[in-house]
Nanobody, 123 residues
Framework: QVQLVESGGRLVQAGGSLRLSCAAS????????MGWFRQRPGKEREFVAA????????NYADSVKGRFTIQRDNAKKMLYLQMNNLKPEDTAVYYC????????????????WGQGTQVTVSS
């Protein structure tokens, strides 16, 4: 069972940048596809980005495409989300997730979840 711990969330002004990190406990980190999801205030959890086991392919939500970049370092057992040109509507709790399947858009395809990190973007 893999444990995931997110970090890097904070208050930032619109137009700014943040890099979120997700540390995995499992030494077989490279066996998992990884994803970032977020839950905005009063909204359902939504997909943000995903990456395949070896990082060969990525997927993004339309709302973040061109602004966010998902990356992974399997040697360090780390997942990252580089967020640029942040907007107030990006304010959310961001979660990383690990799954046995592919880098899908669907939360139910992921087996393990972190506790989340809060990102707040002020206008």
């Amino acid at each position: 069972q893999v444990q995931l711990v997110e970090s890097g969330g904070r208050l930032v002004q619109a137009g700014g940048s943040l890099r979120l990190s997700c540390a995995a406990s499992e030494r077989t980190f490279s066996h998992y596809a990884m994803g970032w999801f977020r839950q905005r205030p009063g909204k359902e959890r939504e997909f943000v980005a995903a990456i395949t086991r070896i990082g060969s392919s990525t997927n993004y939500a339309d709302s973040v495409k061109g602004r966010f970049t998902i990356q992974r370092d399997n040697a360090k057992k780390m997942l990252y989300l580089q967020m640029n040109n942040l907007k107030p509507e990006d304010t959310a709790v961001y979660y990383c997730a690990a799954g046995y399947g592919g880098a899908t858009y669907y939360g139910h395809d992921y087996n393990y979840w972190g506790q989340g990190t809060q990102v707040t973007v002020s206008s």
